[in-house]
């Protein structure tokens, strides 16, 4: 059992906010395919996933920080990692500097909206941006996880014909992390957002 490689967000209940609609989200002028360059960043210790995920995406901000730092600001914590009220918090207080702001989404398990969240903020505003994740339900992870943890990766490429999403996931203990092309409606299944919670921090400007 991996315990407490996580951002335990079902343990947090939080009344979901009344942001746009994905129907809302322009994602006009974004190419059909895309992949950024990213930090390369995997997570130094078990329960940093979300100090590390948020180092990657605060990279593409141009906003250089390292995951201890994040992870001191964020309360990472045993045994439980990192709420997402902590790690939105923080992120917030970097990204404000450059006219981002994060917000939790809580439609990141309907295809068609994760679809429009993606592409708007890899495609559009060219952005990493974490996505909040049960490890069992991630195909690389497939008869290694017990329980049911939960996990931060980030959404960094796209591609619209096939429909997959290229993710980075920080943890690497089982050597399996990095770089995956997933397909988008697995990725839907195993966002957070399944159970209620948010599955993605999404970013806008302005």
Known sequence: MVSGTVLTTALVVLPPPAPAEAKGISVTGSPARLT??????????????????ASISLARLGISVNQKTLAKKMKTRSPYGTYDYDAIRVLNSYAGQKGYQFTLAYDANKPGR?????????????????????????????????????????????????????????????????????????????????????????????
Request: a positive charge; charged letters at 20%.
């Open 36 to 53: 950024l360059k990213i930090k390369k960043v995997y997570q130094s210790r078990p329960l940093w996933c979300a100090p590390a995920g």
């Open 114 to 206: 994760l679809a429009k969240r993606v592409v708007h903020n890899v495609g559009v505003l060219r952005k990493a941006v974490p996505l909040q994740v049960y490890m069992k339900r991630l195909p690389w992870y497939k008869g290694l996880i017990d329980g049911n943890p939960g996990h931060l990766i980030i959404a960094y490429g796209y591609d619209k014909k096939a429909k997959t999403v290229t993710v980075w996931d920080p943890y690497n203990y089982y050597f399996n992390g990095g770089s995956h092309v997933i397909p988008l409606k697995r990725l839907a299944k195993a966002t957070q957002s399944t159970d209620g919670a948010a599955g993605m921090f999404y970013l806008t400007k302005g």
